[in-house]
T-cell receptor
C-alpha cells in the first residue's frame, strides 16, 4: 500500500469547515483513499473512501486531486464532537488486507 | 448500522494467565481482524480471518492465537499473558475488500 503524509495537528473553530489534507504521491491506479477517525479511547470509525471522483456522505466530503496524489477530507460544520485523530489510508480493495494506520492528524475543534 | 462488540472494555490479568478476548459482529461479514494499538506504534495487525475456521497471521502474531468457529465470532487468545502484551486490543470486521468497522476496544493490563 502507498504511504501517506498528514500534518500532525490542526485546529478548527466550532461551526467552521475543517479541511484535512493528505499526500499520497505514490498511489497506484487500483488503490482507494480511505479516511478513518479515532476519538479518544474508542475504536477507529470509518468516515469515507474514494477512488478518483469526489465523494460525499452524511459525515464528510472527500476531494481527490485529478492526479490522485493528494486528497482533502472536509467536515463542513465541525463540532466539538469531531475532535479526534484523523487517518488517511491508501489501500487496494478486493483483498482482506490490513489497514496501515499512520500517525494521523489530531484535529482540535474549539469554541 | 454495523455493530462490532467486544467482550470487555477493561481487563486486568496476571502474568502467565490465559486470556480470551471475544469479538462479535452482526453484519454477516466474511473478514474479521484483531489489532493492537500502542502509543507511538499505531495499529498493528495481529491476525485476521477471511472465513470460518480460516486464519492468517498479521504483522505481530507471536504470543497470540485466534479462533473462528462461527462467522460472527472471532476470539483472540493470549496463551500465557506477559507484561509486554499490555495494550489496547481492537477488533474489526468487513465485507471482503471493503471498509473495516471497529469495535470499542479492550484495554488489557497484564501485571
Amino acid at each position: 500500500d502507498a504511504k501517506t503524509t498528514q500534518p500532525t495537528s490542526m485546529d478548527c473553530a466550532e461551526g467552521r469547515a475543517a479541511n484535512l489534507p493528505c499526500n499520497h504521491s505514490t498511489i497506484s491506479g487500483n488503490e482507494y483513499v480511505y479516511w478513518y477517525r479515532q476519538i479518544h479511547s474508542q475504536g477507529p470509525q470509518y468516515i469515507i473512501h474514494g477512488l478518483k471522483n469526489n465523494e460525499t456522505n452524511e459525515m464528510a466530503s472527500l476531494i481527490i486531486t485529478e492526479d490522485r496524489k493528494s486528497s482533502t477530507l472536509i467536515l463542513p460544520h465541525a463540532t466539538l464532537r469531531d475532535t479526534a485523530v484523523y487517518y488517511c489510508i491508501v489501500r487496494a480493495t478486493g483483498t482482506a488486507s490490513k489497514l496501515t494506520f499512520g500517525t494521523g492528524t489530531r484535529l482540535q475543534v474549539t469554541l | 448500522d454495523v455493530k462490532v462488540t467486544q467482550s470487555s472494555r477493561y481487563l486486568v490479568k496476571r502474568t502467565g494467565e490465559k486470556v480470551f478476548l471475544e469479538c462479535v459482529q452482526d453484519m454477516d461479514h466474511e473478514n474479521m481482524f484483531w489489532y493492537r494499538q500502542d502509543p507511538g506504534l499505531g495499529l498493528r495487525l495481529i491476525y485476521f480471518s477471511y472465513d470460518v475456521k480460516m486464519k492468517e497471521k498479521g504483522d505481530i502474531p507471536e504470543g497470540y492465537s485466534v479462533s473462528r468457529e462461527k462467522k460472527e465470532r472471532f476470539s483472540l487468545i493470549l496463551e500465557s499473558a506477559s507484561t509486554n502484551q499490555t495494550s489496547m486490543y481492537l477488533c474489526a470486521s468487513s465485507l471482503a475488500g471493503y471498509e473495516q468497522y471497529f469495535g470499542p476496544g479492550t484495554r488489557l493490563t497484564v501485571t
